[in-house]
């Protein structure tokens, strides 16, 4: 009979705790993964069932949110501008193309398209 090392008999396999460990990484790598496919899932069908808003709307704020970027990466820039919406006052902020932001000024005032958390357009009056 000979003595057990490394946790699955003889000197042929990895320790039982590294198995382990491993496992709890995969389902933890697997249960990330699945909570951001089903948020953006979630969003998606929530945007997709809200309807299409068209109001008239002012430009309040706009901001960037730059990520990545560092050592060998490339940086990514998400652009978000506010409006307000000119009945009710109430405020949305949505993610804008890139060449759209640009081209907006805080107080521009216009006509504002979105469904949900979608932006669809804005159409600026002068």
Request: no cysteine.
């Amino acid at each position: 009979m000979e003595p057990e090392f490394g946790g699955m008999g003889g000197f042929g396999g990895p320790p039982v705790w590294w198995v382990f460990a491993a496992g709890l990484v995969t389902v933890a790598v697997v249960l990330i993964f699945g909570t951001v496919i089903f948020r953006g899932v979630s969003v998606w069908a929530k945007n997709n069932a809200s309807p299409v808003k068209t109001v008239f709307a002012r430009v309040v704020a706009k901001r960037g949110h730059v990520s990545g970027g560092g050592g060998e990466t490339s940086a990514s820039t998400w652009y978000y501008v506010t409006f307000e919406r000119e009945q009710d006052g109430e405020r949305v902020e949505l993610q804008v193309p890139a060449r759209l932001y640009g081209l907006l000024v805080e107080s521009d005032r216009g006509t504002l398209t979105y469904q949900g958390t979608r932006f669809q357009g804005f159409e600026r009056q002068i």
